[in-house]
Nanobody, 117 residues
Framework: QVQLVESGGGLVQPGGSLRLSCAAS????????VGWYRQAPGKQRELVAV???????NYADSVKGRFTISRDNAKNTVYLQMNSLKPEDTAVYYC???????????WGQGTQVTVSS
């Protein structure tokens, strides 16, 4: 069982920055792809960025050049640095750990990000 705990959300003005953190209950990066998803009111949950178990990171087109996903293996934590935030980035952001090999998928509880003046 993997537990994921997000933090770092909040209210920010357009053009501002936030950094989200996702702390995992154990060592996950060798087993799981870890990523961030978001869900805005009335919309489906969508992928924002993912760090695969092997290979390069992937970003949604809407956040490329503005968001950066990174991880700290020693802390079992993945981060999402969000710059140049726009009102359309407003959503609940969820951390996810997925293993296609083990057929396991875990979600955090979500953290609210609101971009508004």
């Amino acid at each position: 069982q993997v537990q994921l705990v997000e933090s770092g959300g909040g209210l920010v003005q357009p053009g501002g920055s936030l950094r989200l953190s996702c702390a995992a209950s154990g060592s996950i990066f060798g087993t799981y792809a870890v990523g961030w998803y978001r869900q805005a009111p009335g919309k489906q949950r969508e992928l924002v960025a993912v760090v695969p178990r092997v290979g390069s990171t992937n970003y949604a087109d809407s956040v490329k050049g503005r968001f950066t996903i990174s991880r700290d293996n020693a802390k079992n934590t993945v981060y999402l640095q969000m710059n140049s935030l726009k009102p359309e980035d407003t959503a609940v952001y969820y951390c996810n750990a997925n293993s296609r090999t083990l057929l396991l998928n875990y979600w955090g509880q979500g953290t609210q990000v609101t971009v508004s003046s």
